[in-house]
């Protein structure tokens, strides 16, 4: 779909919920519902926005759709990188499963049903947010030393592997280091996970910056078949899941402007909120400029083509 397509399509009005399908959800999560099909799953991404591990009471009208299309547009892009897990024929799937509306086919993936890898698997291309704090403080980030003299926003030398826990429900994720994952998973499938992690990191970086963003950092979720192959699943270099920048106004030193929900954090930080639940109501302005970034990062991805 085109950029303009699918931004008329947007609802006017957050999309919090989804309700009455006639298919079991088995999971909900701070942004997705996950439905059982029966021989595969349906994701699908509801306009709900976290900050701080709270969901506020107002979600950002379309982002849902938004966040999909963008995992879309990279899956397709990455596929030469390693399979991931969405069915090959979207439209497909949906007319044969009578999901007919327009909306929740854009906010929607049809997927295979594959083990989730316990970790989350983090990538920083750059010295920012918790990472910079660390730097700061001890000189490492998640246990890794890096070379003194380092500005805020700086370039790696190279990219990093840093993965976490991936924390049940409520809580938070907690930096594990090479040796801690490795016993979690096991050496081979760490190996394997590591490895993808970083060429995928590259590649999306380098395809961004084409497109006049800078991939700050990510993370990736994987999952596994009952033949041991690894799969790529859940969103794919999203606003949601990465850290993107304008490459036009890149400066280090600073917390550079972003494509992603940092705005909303900036504004409730500024208010002084306590980060516990429940979350305060944003302001209309923090809502349609929220939007507006999300719409950006999507326009600029679909302006480089398939």
């Not at 950029?3 to 309700?19: G, K, N, Q, R, W």
């Not at 299309?69 to 439209?91: E, M, V, Y």
């Not at 979350?279 to 679909?302: C, F, M, S």
Request: aromatic fraction near 8%; include cysteine; proline fraction near 8%.
């Amino acid at each position: 779909m085109t950029f303009s397509a699918i931004a008329a399509a947007l609802p006017a009005h957050a999309v919090t919920s989804i309700d009455h399908l006639p298919f079991p959800r088995i999971a909900s999560g701070k942004v997705r519902e996950i439905f059982d099909l029966g021989d595969a799953l349906l994701l699908s991404a509801t306009d709900r926005l976290s900050a701080f591990d709270v969901v506020l009471p107002d979600g950002i009208p379309g982002k849902g759709a938004i966040l999909t299309q963008i995992s879309n547009w990279w899956f397709a892009q990455t596929g030469g990188i390693l399979q991931n897990h969405l069915l090959p024929d979207q439209a497909g799937e949906f007319a044969r499963r009578g999901i007919t509306d327009r909306d929740l086919q854009l906010r929607s993936m049809i997927v295979r049903k594959l083990k989730t890898v316990p970790i989350e698997c983090v990538v920083r291309g750059y010295l920012v947010g918790s990472g910079w704090s660390s730097y700061q403080k001890h000189g490492t980030v998640c246990g890794l030393t890096l070379p003194p003299g380092l500005r805020q926003a700086d370039r790696l030398p190279e990219p990093i592997f840093t993965p976490t826990t991936k924390a049940p429900k409520g809580q938070h994720d907690e930096p594990i280091d090479d040796t801690q994952g490795t016993a979690i998973v096991g050496a081979a499938l760490y190996a394997r996970l590591k490895a993808a992690s970083l060429a995928l990191y590259q590649f999306g970086h380098d395809r961004a910056k084409q497109a006049g963003m800078i991939l700050a950092d990510t993370k990736f979720e994987f999952g596994t078949d009952a033949a041991g192959n690894l799969w790529l699943i859940d969103e794919l270099l999203t606003p949601d899941s990465s850290r993107y920048w304008p490459a036009e106004s890149y400066a280090p030193n600073q917390s550079p402007p972003s494509y992603d929900k940092q705005f909303v954090r900036d504004h409730l930080l500024a208010i002084k909120w306590d980060q516990k639940p429940p979350g305060p109501r944003l302001p209309a302005e923090v809502i349609a400029r929220t939007q507006d970034k999300y719409l950006a990062a999507l326009k600029n991805l679909l302006s480089l083509g398939a």
